[in-house]
C-alpha cells in the first residue's frame, strides 16, 4: 500500500519536469524519510521553466504575499525568487 508521500511523488514524476531546474522542499523531505506525514508537495522551479509552466497550464497561477505558484491538484510550483 502506497503512502501519502509516495501518491504524490507518483503524481509529480507525471509532470515531467527536468532534474536540474526544480528542488522539492518544505515537509517534502520529511514525508520522503517518513519522519511526517504530508498532504500537498511543495516544489521550487526555475524562472524559465515556471514561465513555461504558465503556458502549459494557464489560468492555474496563483499568488498570495510571498509567493507566485501554479496549483495542480495537491502539488505547488512555486516560482524561484529572483534577486
Given amino acids: 500500500m502506497k503512502n501519502k508521500f509516495q501518491e504524490l511523488l507518483a503524481e509529480f514524476k507525471k509532470l515531467k519536469l527536468p532534474d536540474e531546474e526544480y528542488v522539492i522542499y518544505g ?6 524519510r517518513g519522519i511526517r506525514e504530508i498532504h500537498d508537495l511543495d516544489v521550487v522551479v526555475i524562472d524559465k ?11 492555474k497561477e496563483k499568488k498570495d504575499e510571498k ?15 529572483v534577486h
Fill in 27 to 32: 515537509s517534502g523531505p520529511l514525508g520522503v
Fill in 49 to 59: 521553466l515556471y514561465q513555461e509552466l504558465l503556458l502549459k497550464y494557464p489560468g
Fill in 67 to 81: 509567493k507566485r505558484f501554479i496549483k495542480l491538484g495537491k502539488i505547488e510550483l512555486i516560482q524561484q525568487a
